[in-house]
């Protein structure tokens, strides 16, 4: 850590530098004051249990349970409590009480160390695009450990059940939750077989090979089993989704592949885990009978498919608690994250396959939830989800590199170099064996391309590593030497192949994912394409993979929707509702980027006027409006505007929590000044007549009610300006009809009242018939537009006669 | 020409013009004739048979689909009547799955007859654009099978997605340019991420003939 430390330094890098610094300074009372504790525990237990207890006390994320222990042995000496004082002179002004605050603040140390490290390694660019994350976090723990060792401290170990309870599930919950299900379930076949098949002979090809090397005399390895190789085998052949993550998404590798080996490390924890059982059980047994081993395979399905069923009851049950949680938008993140952990915990309770519980809740919840959660707490959630599993991966990876340390180890070349070339081999041989048997298959071949990466990416992790620390000394003696096997083979598989796997994928031009955002032209095409297909299949009258998918998507629709989804939004197609949330992000985005925006771009937008109706004569008719209809717009407005200052006013904490709108808002108000400035400049170039792009109200018309105003283009989204108070004279108001349907485009020139409250939110014109040119506030203004910008329109009273003024009709 | 299938050597023919397989052709053939009705050809009505279909939002452009000339490989445009075997097969054969062996160019060119075929679909006048009406048009259909829909929702997603276009085909637009609808190499830009050929297939192989339809 010092030497990367100092190769910052030199340069205006220094600021990592500072933070690796203040990190160590940071643990440094934490060793400090564990040293001044261990000794009177020393002294009052016998030195022999002192390992078995606090091997991994120093830091309290490790192993809270012995430190509970400890902190009751000793209260006496440390505690000031009141009860306490008279054994005391005075009463302590100041006093030092480690031992109360001593689990927490350990804890959040060293998830801000991990917090540190990772804000380090991402401001120094060079080093974090050579090296993947997992291996410097390794690294970093490796050398803390080496640091704690130093000081004469026993480094913590990565203990299973912290790390099975605690670190795994935000991880893989996050995973779940985001799972690319379109992906995943057009490559189920491939990952299942990939999963299962491929774990099961990995796992009998390393330990039949390994119990073989063990039976070569002289290597000293006699003494064990062919079932304890088998069980070693199953440990390490399991492919780690947190390694596989950390790597695969730095290397933005193309979805299939990703989703391939990704999808792979998720499924095969069902085998994993029955295999890790399966043996451990048996290792007891003095024979193992044909009946054992039946029962083994048939407990592989009640693993996997029980684990399955248990995330997915518990994801019915959170989507239909989302239907309800309108009132109290608050907490509906939380029933996302207690039932996801709740279908965790159960399914480990039976030990079932808690990760496959986890990712069955969080995909079948997902859907429904987030049709019922407001935009704001899906913002939240996908933000602890992100949070939590980051924080997670880090901890695990510094925990890894600690407990190398820590640990107790037993090299043996023999059976060490043995493990890690056939762990490579029979990966490469897995692969190729099961995607020649899978290509028959798949109308998609994989390529040898792929099949290389596959087989390049199986990387181990943390979880062999945690399983293999779960084994007990009593049955498995050489679980040292089990350990430092499984450490190597983890280390070599992140470390070269990690570092490497980024150079070869440019070498090999393996084809990359494409970073275009999803735009609604792409949600279009792909749902045409998808009943397109639907519908060739029926015609040539094969049911396949697009006909169930069909008749699954009916069955959601007519059914399970309407339970679990509260309100209007059951009944919303799918791509309707795509565009709602394509809008709100939108929406957000440009308000947040708002103060910043570049005022060109929200002149070159492209507007609704530039596109091409083709009924139309090229040349635009603008008939004036009638005197009628301009009055009657004109109080529409006035009514509205009037709504909208009163909904600022009476704005509060309730309302900010239900409204996915009001953040932004909030924001805007926030920005106003800024939003000022750039009014003006605005302001000159709405006051060439050529332009009839943006005036103000209509681009606060925009942001609040119009999706399409926004582009996609980050450019163009900078609108917000949005944002912006009418504090200027008012721009041209256009009044512009396209067909005989009226769309009014109108500016509303604001009264210095208004001015004041800063927002002019929409302006809503109920009565006032369909539009075609949607850019108009006049679209905004019909019917089914209100539906989509529902979150913003508050009808309200009591025209204000200040605000009247302006609507000035662009006549020609 | 639909009739003369079991002569094999027009089989061959047949397989090599549109790259299917003897067994895919047969199998094919089965189901052209189921919904014929044992005739020679196929017209619009002939459709009706499939009840799967019925719930199709785009049904319509399907089925219109298969009678365009421009699908067809025949130059000239518009409408036909009938369709024989050979035109059902040329119109499958733009749902054929790509092939480990092809090159780079083979490739694209498979990419763009697909894509080609797609836009067919959008573009209904054949003009070359696929305008805003017809984007609406699109829109509308793939909504069509909600109840609830109303028009204004439809209408403004494909004005969005129009917007959308101009501004990635076109980029920068002065206020009175026009954006008179997506061309095809717009529309080959907008499906740039949209991995066309991995998902634009169908898988002809292991039909089961089916009862219910004949």
């Known amino acids: ?812 | 020409m639909g009739s003369a299938h079991s002569v094999p050597e027009e089989i061959q023919e047949l397989a090599d013009k549109t790259g299917f397989t003897l067994e895919q052709i047969e199998h094919l053939h089965r189901r052209f004739k189921q919904i014929s009705g044992d005739q020679q050809t196929i017209r619009k009505e002939s459709f009706d048979r499939i009840p799967d279909l019925e719930f199709n939002p785009i049904r319509s452009k399907i089925v219109h689909a298969f009678f365009d000339k421009r699908n067809l490989r025949q130059a000239s445009d518009g409408l036909a009547e009938e369709i024989n075997f050979e035109d059902f097969l040329t119109i499958m054969s733009y749902f054929r799955p790509m092939e480990m062996n092809m090159d780079e160019e083979q490739l694209d060119h498979f990419r763009k007859e697909k894509l080609k075929f797609l836009f067919h679909m959008y573009d209904s006048d054949n003009d070359g654009k696929i305008t805003l009406q017809e984007y609406r048009k699109v829109v509308e259909e793939l909504l069509s099978r909600n109840p609830h829909l109303e028009k204004e929702s439809a209408r403004s997603i494909a004005d969005g997605a129009m917007m959308e276009a101009a501004s990635i085909c076109v980029g920068q637009m002065e206020p009175d340019q026009v954006y008179e609808g997506i061309t095809f190499e717009d529309f080959l830009k907008m499906w740039q991420g949209i991995d066309i050929d991995t998902k634009m297939h169908v898988r002809f192989l292991n039909m089961e003939p089916i009862a219910h339809c004949h």
């Open chain 1, 1 to 812: 850590m010092q030497a990367k430390g100092s190769r910052g330094a030199p340069s205006l890098r220094a600021v990592p530098f500072l933070f690796l610094v203040a990190a160590l300074l940071g643990l440094l009372p934490l060793l400090h004051s564990h040293g001044l504790q261990s000794n009177p525990m020393m002294a009052s237990e016998p030195p022999h249990h002192y390992p078995a207890i606090i091997s991994g006390s120093e830091p309290g994320v490790i192993t809270a349970a012995p430190l509970d222990v400890s902190q009751e042995i000793r209260p006496l000496p440390n505690h000031s409590s009141p009860g306490h004082a008279k054994y005391r002179k005075a009463f302590p002004v100041l006093g030092i009480d480690y031992t109360h605050v001593r689990i927490p603040f350990e804890i959040s140390l060293w998830i801000l160390l991990a917090c540190l490290m990772k804000l380090g390694f991402h401001v120094i660019p060079s080093v974090s695009s050579i090296v993947p994350e997992s291996c410097l976090l390794i690294v970093v723990g490796l050398l803390v450990g080496g640091l704690i060792k130093g000081v004469g401290e026993s480094p913590p170990i990565l203990k299973s059940d912290i790390f099975f309870l605690f670190l795994l599930p935000p991880i893989i919950l996050d995973a779940g939750y985001f799972l690319p299900l379109r992906q995943f379930t057009e490559n189920l076949g491939t990952i299942l077989i990939f999963a299962v098949v491929g774990t099961l002979w990995n796992a009998f090809f390393l330990g039949g090979l390994m119990y073989a090397v063990c039976q070569i005399s002289g290597t000293g390895l006699n003494d064990i089993g062919l079932l304890a190789n088998l069980l070693f085998g199953s440990i390490i052949s399991a492919v780690d989704p947190v390694a596989v993550l950390a790597v695969f998404e730095e290397i933005h590798i193309n979805e299939l592949l990703h989703i391939l080996v990704f999808g792979e490390s998720l499924l095969n924890d069902a085998v994993t885990v029955v295999l890790y059982h399966l043996f451990e059980e048996f290792a007891n047994f003095e024979q193992v009978t044909v009946t054992d081993i039946i029962l083994g395979f048939l407990s592989f399905f009640v693993v996997s498919l029980g684990g399955v069923f248990v995330g997915v009851i518990y994801g019915v049950i959170a989507a239909f608690t989302s239907r309800f949680t309108s009132h109290i938008r608050v907490i509906e993140p939380l029933f996302v994250f207690l039932y996801s952990y709740m279908a965790y915990l159960s399914a480990e309770l039976f030990h079932l396959s808690g990760i496959m519980a986890l990712i069955a809740s969080g995909v079948v919840m997902r859907p429904y939830v987030e049709a019922n959660i407001s935009h704001k707490s899906h913002t939240t959630i996908k933000y602890f989800l992100k949070m939590w599993s980051s924080v997670s991966e880090t901890l695990i990876f510094i925990f890894l590199g600690v407990s190398t340390v820590a640990g107790r180890h037993y090299w043996n070349w023999t059976f060490i170099i043995s493990t890690l070339i056939f762990c490579l081999i029979a990966r490469v041989l897995g692969v190729l064996g099961l995607t020649w048997f899978i290509n028959k298959f798949r109308i998609v071949k994989l390529t040898p391309k792929d099949q290389f990466i596959i087989a390049y990416g199986g990387l181990r992790g943390a979880i062999a590593f945690s399983l293999g620390y779960l084994l007990d000394y009593e049955h498995f003696g050489m679980r040292d030497m089990f350990l430092t096997a499984i450490i190597t083979v983890i280390f070599f598989t992140v470390f070269v192949q990690g570092m490497t796997i980024r150079p070869l994928v440019d070498l090999l031009a393996v084809k990359k994912k494409q970073e275009t955002k999803r735009s609604i032209n792409e949600e279009i095409h792909t749902q045409f394409l998808d009943h397109l297909l639907t519908g060739i299949e029926d015609i040539c009258g094969h049911y396949g993979h697009h006909h169930w998918k069909d008749k699954l998507n009916r069955f959601n629709k007519k059914y399970v929707k309407k339970c679990l989804i509260a309100g209007e939004r059951s009944k919303e197609p799918q791509l309707i509702a795509f565009y709602h949330k394509m809008e709100m992000k939108q929406a957000i985005e440009l308000v947040e980027s708002g103060g910043l925006g570049k005022i060109p771009s929200a002149i070159s937008t492209v507007s609704m006027q530039n596109i091409n109706p083709k009924t139309l004569p090229v040349k635009r008719i603008l008939p004036a409006l009638s005197k009628d209809k301009e009055e009657e717009i004109r109080k529409i407005l006035r009514n509205n505007l009037q709504k909208t200052r009163q909904r600022l006013r009476s704005y509060n904490r309730h309302t900010l929590v239900a409204d996915p709108y009001e953040e932004a808002w909030n924001q805007m108000l926030l920005r106003r000044q800024k939003a000022r400035q750039l009014e003006q400049k605005i302001n000159n170039y709405l006051t060439v007549p050529a332009h009839k792009l943006d005036s103000p109200t209509m681009s606060r018309a925009r942001i609040g009610s119009d999706p399409l105003a926004y582009e996609p283009k980050s450019d163009s989204g900078n609108l917000p300006i949005i944002t912006v108070d009418p504090a200027s004279p008012q721009s041209p108001e256009s009044v512009d009809l396209v067909n005989e349907e009226l769309k009014g485009m109108s500016c509303l020139p604001p009264s210095p009242e208004e001015d004041e409250e800063g927002l002019v939110m929409r302006v809503k014109d109920p009565s006032s018939p369909g539009t075609d040119d949607v850019f108009t506030p006049g679209a905004s203004d019909s019917p089914s537009n209100q539906r989509i910008m529902r979150c913003l329109s508050d009808p309200g009273p009591q025209p204000e006669p200040e605000e009247g003024e302006p609507f000035i009709p662009k006549g020609k």
